[in-house]
C-alpha cells in the first residue's frame, strides 16, 4: 500500500512539474477553446480477488458490470492534456451475501492525442484514488474504503464537428490494497470497455 501510494505521488509530482513545458510543446493548437467534457460509459470486468480472513486465503470471483464516467479536460496544445475524471464502476461479488461492490475512482490524468483531422488515438495515464463499497444484498454491513489507484486508458475518437467527437476505449484501473470489514483484499485489478461522446467547448 505504501509503495503504491508513493508510486502515485510521484506520478502527481511529474505531472505537475511537466505541466508548463508540455503547454509549450512542439504542435499547433487548433481554432477554439481548450476545455472539453466527456462521458464514458461500457462494459466492467472485474478480475478474481485473492482475500485474506480470519487467518485463511481464497479467491473471489464476480460478474461482468457497468462502468460510467466523466471527464473534464483542458488541452495544453494539439497533443497533450490534463484531465480530471470521477466515476463508478459496479459489479455483483459472487459470494454468500451476494455483494454488491461498488468502486468510486476520481483521477488526475495525462492524456496524449493525435490531432488527426477526422479520427485521434489517445493514451492516457492517471492516479488518484477510489472508494470501496461492498453492500450486501441480505442482511449486514456495508463496508467501505478509500484507498489509491492507478489507470490506464486508451482508445480513439472520431471527430464530428469542430464541437462533437465520439469514440471507443479502453480502461484499466489497478486499485491497491483495502480492508473491507474484516477481509483483506490485494491490489486488483478491472477491466473496462467503453463508448465515449466528448463535447468541445
Known sequence: MKGFALRASLFCCLLAFLTPFLAHAVGDFPNGSRTYLRSDIGYAVQEDMHLKAFGSKYRLSAEDGARCDVVFG???NSWFSVEAEAGVAWTRLLDYGQHDYYQVPVLANLAWTYPGEKFRPF???????????????????????LVACGQFATGIQYRFSHHLEAGLGYKLLIVAPAS?????????????FFASVRYNF
Not at 128 to 145: E, M, Q, Y
Not at 182 to 189: A, D, G, I, K, L
Request: glycine residues 16%; aromatic residues 6%.
Open 123 to 145: 493514451v492516457s495515464l492517471g492516479a488518484g484514488g477510489v472508494g470501496l463499497i461492498a453492500a450486501p444484498r441480505n442482511s449486514g454491513p456495508t463496508d467501505k474504503d
Open 180 to 192: 473491507l470489514g474484516y477481509v483483506e483484499m490485494s491490489p486488483n485489478r478491472t477491466h473496462s
Open 74 to 76: 483542458y488541452r495544453l
